[in-house]
C-alpha cells in the first residue's frame, strides 16, 4: 500500500485541532483500557490496520489480556468481556456503523445501565474521536511508522 498524503504535513493547523481532541480524550474518567479496547474495535470495524498496530500494545499496556484482544472481533460470544465492555463496545459499533444501526435503543439502554450520563458522553466522544482517526489513516493510506511496505514485520 502507498501512502497518499502525509495529512499532518498538508493540514497542520486541522491536525493540531485532531490532536487538541485526542489530548482532551485521554482526560476523560472511561478508565484507559476500557477506552483502549473501544478504540480497537472501531479500528477493526474500520479496517484500520494504522490504529490496531498503534493501539495493540497501548491495549495490553493498559492491562487487556492478550486473550481478550484475540476475541474481540467476536465479543459477542466471547464471556471474556464484562457488562461495562459490552455496553461500551455495542455503542461503539451502533455509533461506527451508523448508517445501519441507527444507534438502537437496546445499545442505549445497555450503555446507560452501565455508565453515568458524563461517562456516556465521554464515551462517545472516544469512539468519534478514533473514528476520525480511522478515517485519516485509511482515506490517505497512512503506513505505520517503524514499518514499511511489505517489510514482514
Request: with cysteine; charged share 25%.
Amino acid at each position: 500500500m502507498t501512502p497518499r498524503l502525509d495529512y499532518f504535513k498538508a493540514a497542520p493547523e486541522a491536525m493540531k485541532a485532531m490532536l487538541a481532541l485526542e489530548m482532551a480524550s485521554r482526560q476523560l474518567s472511561i478508565p484507559l483500557a476500557l477506552r483502549e479496547l473501544v478504540k480497537m474495535r472501531v479500528s477493526q470495524i474500520n479496517g484500520c490496520a494504522f490504529c490496531l498496530d498503534m493501539h495493540a500494545p497501548e491495549a495490553r499496556a493498559a492491562g487487556i489480556s492478550q486473550q481478550k484482544l484475540d476475541v474481540l472481533a467476536a465479543w459477542r460470544e466471547s464471556p471474556a468481556f464484562d457488562a461495562r465492555e459490552r455496553a461500551a463496545l455495542a455503542w461503539a459499533e451502533a455509533l461506527t456503523r451508523l448508517e445501519a444501526s441507527g444507534a438502537p435503543q437496546g445499545d442505549y439502554d445497555a450503555l446507560a445501565a452501565q455508565f453515568s450520563a458524563v461517562e456516556c458522553v465521554e464515551l462517545t466522544l472516544v469512539v468519534n474521536t478514533i473514528n476520525a482517526w480511522n478515517r485519516f489513516a485509511v482515506g490517505f493510506r497512512a503506513l505505520h511508522p517503524e514499518r514499511t511496505e511489505g517489510d514482514g514485520r
